[in-house]
C-alpha cells in the first residue's frame, strides 16, 4: 500500500530516533564508568540524554515493527545526513554538562568523535573525568564503522531496505555487496572491525598501557581517530613497540574493509589484485622511504628515524592525525611529503577520510590515457581496476568530486583567513577538517590544537567534519533545490 508523503516523513523521524538511540546505547558503558568513579556531575550528564532518548527510540521502535518502509536514495541520504547532526549535538551534552566547557567546544568535540577527526579544542586532556575520556573515545570508535552501517545489520527488524543508507554513508567510486544481502555484509565488516580493535588493544596492554589507556586508544587508532587520553598522545609512552603497532593498525585502519572479509574466505588473489590497496602500500612504502633517510642525521640512526617516519606517515596518509614528535621542526622536506599526503587518504571502504586513493588512482590513469590520445587520436583506450576495465562514469564522478572538495576547501581556507588566521593555517585547517585528519601545519600544528579559533570558525567546521565524513556529496546534495522538487 503506498504511503502519503507526509506518513511517510513522519515515519522517516521516527526511524531517525531510533538510530539516535544507538547513541543512547554506547552512552551506558561511560555511565557505568562515571558511577563506578563517582563522578557525579557525569552521571547527570550521560543519564539525562540517555534517558529521553531511549524512551523515545522505544516508542519509536515499537511503533515502526508492523511498518515496511522502502527507502530511496533522497531518503537514504537525508537520514545519514541527519543522524550524523543530530548525533554529534547528542554526543556533545556530556561534555556540555559535565565538564563545563562552551557549547560551541562541546559541539566541536562531538563532531569531531563520530566525523573521526584528530582534531581538539582542549588542552589538558588528563583533566578530563574518565567517563567522559571513555566516551571521546567510543564516539571515534563508532564514527568510524558508521552509525548506518551498524544499524543496516538491524534493519530486517524494521522491515527496512539498508543498501540506500550505506550507499549515503560511503559514496565512494567504488562499492560493493561482497554478500548477497547488505545486512550480512554490514555484520561481516562490523566483525572485521571488532576483532581489529580487540587485537590491537590486547597488543597495547601487552606494550605496556593499563586497560583503560589500551582500550581508548584502541578504539581511537583503528577508527582513525588520533585522539589520546594523554596530552603528549601515543609519545607519552616512549614504547617502540607501541608506537610499531599503532603505524600497522592505522594502516590496516585505512584499507578497505572487505578484503578483510576476502582473507577470511581464503580469495587471496582478489586482495592481491586489488588497485587501490597496492597503490595505498606503494604510497606508503615510498613516503615513509623518502622521509626516513631525510631524518637520519636528525635522529642519528637509521632505526629512529623509521620508526617516526613510518608512524607520521601511516597517521597522516590514514587521517589519524596524531603524532610521537613535532614534525615541524623536521626538514622542510620531510614536512612536504606529509603536506602532499593530506591531500590522498586512506582507501575507500574504510575507516580513513581524505579523497582516497582510489581517486587519485582513476585521475592518475585517466592522465596516461589523455597522453596516449595525443599521440593516438584515433585509439579508444579505457581504464582498468583491479584488472577489469573501468566504467566511463567513474572518471566522471571522480572528477566531479575531486573539483567539489578542492571548492570545500578554497572555501573555508577564505572564511578561516578572514577571520585573523593566517593564510598557511588557514588553509592546512581545511584542508585537515575536509579530509577528517585533525592536525596539519601552522596554527594547528602538532603543539596547537584548535582552541584559538573563534566560535563560528569551530561551528563552520563542525559542519565540515561532518560533510568531509560523508564524502561531501550526501551532504551538500540535500542543499540543492532539485533534492527537494517531487
Given at each position: ?39 557525579t556531575a557525569m552521571i547527570r ?193 616512549n614504547s617502540g613497540f607501541i ?63 623509521l620508526r617516526h617516519a613510518s ?176
Amino acid at each position: 500500500m503506498k504511503i502519503s508523503r507526509f506518513a511517510k516523513q513522519f515515519i522517516l523521524l521516527r526511524f531517525l530516533i531510533i538510530l539516535l538511540g544507538i547513541i543512547a546505547i554506547i552512552m551506558a558503558p561511560s555511565l557505568v564508568i562515571a558511577i563506578a568513579n563517582g563522578e557525579t556531575a557525569m552521571i547527570r550528564a550521560f543519564a539525562f540524554p540517555m534517558g529521553i532518548v531511549s524512551v523515545l527510540a522505544g516508542l519509536s521502535l515499537l511503533s515502526l515493527r508492523k511498518k515496511n518502509l522502502h527507502l530511496n536514495a533522497r531518503d537514504g541520504f537525508l537520514l545519514v545526513f541527519l543522524t550524523w547532526v543530530l548525533a554529534s549535538l547528542l554526543g556533545a551534552i556530556p561534555y556540555f554538562l559535565g565538564d563545563a566547557i562552551s557549547l560551541t567546544d562541546a559541539i566541536f568535540e562531538s563532531a569531531c568523535s563520530f566525523a573521526t577527526t584528530g582534531a581538539t579544542t582542549i588542552s589538558d586532556v588528563e583533566a578530563l573525568p574518565q567517563s567522559l575520556l571513555f566516551w571521546r573515545s567510543i564516539g571515534h570508535w563508532f564514527g568510524g564503522i558508521g552509525i548506518v552501517l551498524i544499524t543496516v545489520a538491524l534493519m530486517p527488524v524494521l522491515g527496512v531496505g539498508g543498501f540506500q543508507l550505506i550507499k549515503a554513508e560511503t559514496p565512494g567510486p567504488e562499492k560493493e555487496k561482497i554478500t548477497p544481502k547488505i545486512t550480512v555484509t554490514a555484520k561481516l565488516i562490523f566483525l572485521a572491525y571488532g576483532i581489529l580493535t580487540a587485537a590491537l588493544m590486547l597488543l597495547y596492554r601487552l606494550g605496556g598501557m593499563n586497560w583503560f589507556d589500551a582500550i581508548c586508544h584502541g578504539f581511537t587508532v583503528m577508527a582513525s581517530g588520533g585522539v589520546s587520553t594523554r596530552n603528549a598522545g601515543i609519545a607519552y609512552f616512549n614504547s617502540g613497540f607501541i608506537d610499531g603497532v599503532s603505524t600497522v593498525f592505522m594502516l590496516l585502519a585505512g584499507l578497505n574493509f572487505s578484503l578483510y572479509y576476502r582473507l577470511l574466505r581464503g580469495r587471496f588473489r582478489d586482495v592481491l589484485d586489488n588497485t587501490e590497496a597496492r597503490a595505498y602500500l606503494i604510497i606508503f612504502l615510498v613516503s615513509a622511504a623518502l622521509i626516513t633517510v631525510n631524518l637520519i642525521p636528525v635522529y642519528g640512526s637509521p632505526g629512529a628515524a623509521l620508526r617516526h617516519a613510518s608512524y607520521q606517515t601511516a597517521s597522516i596518509l590514514s587521517t589519524t592525525g596524531s603524532a610521537i614528535a613535532d614534525y615541524e621542526t623536521w626538514p622542510s622536506f620531510a614536512r612536504t611529503v606529509l603536506f602532499f599526503l593530506m591531500f590522498i587518504g586512506g582507501c575507500s571502504g574504510s575507516t580513513a577520510g581524505g579523497i582516497k586513493v582510489i581517486r587519485h588512482v582513476v585521475l592518475f590513469k585517466q592522465m596516461g590515457n589523455e597522453l596516449r590520445r595525443i599521440i593516438y587520436p584515433r585509439g579508444v583506450f579505457s581504464i582498468q581496476l583491479n584488472k577489469k576495465v573501468g566504467r566511463k562514469d567513474v572518471i566522471y564522478g571522480v572528477a566531479g568530486f575531486f573539483f567539489l572538495y578542492l571548492i570545500v576547501v578554497a572555501v573555508t581556507t577564505l572564511v578561516t583567513a578572514a577571520s585573523g588566521t593566517d593564510l598557511f593555517s588557514s588553509f592546512s585547517a581545511a584542508l585537515s577538517i575536509t579530509g577528517n585528519v585533525g592536525t596539519g601545519f601552522g596554527a594547528i600544528g602538532p603543539r596547537h590544537n584548535y582552541s584559538a579559533f573563534p566560535d563560528h570558525i569551530k561551528w563552520l567546521f563542525s559542519f565540515v567534519m561532518i560533510a568531509g565524513r560523508l564524502e561531501l556529496w550526501t551532504v551538500l546534495v540535500i542543499f540543492t533545490p532539485a533534492f527537494w522538487r517531487k
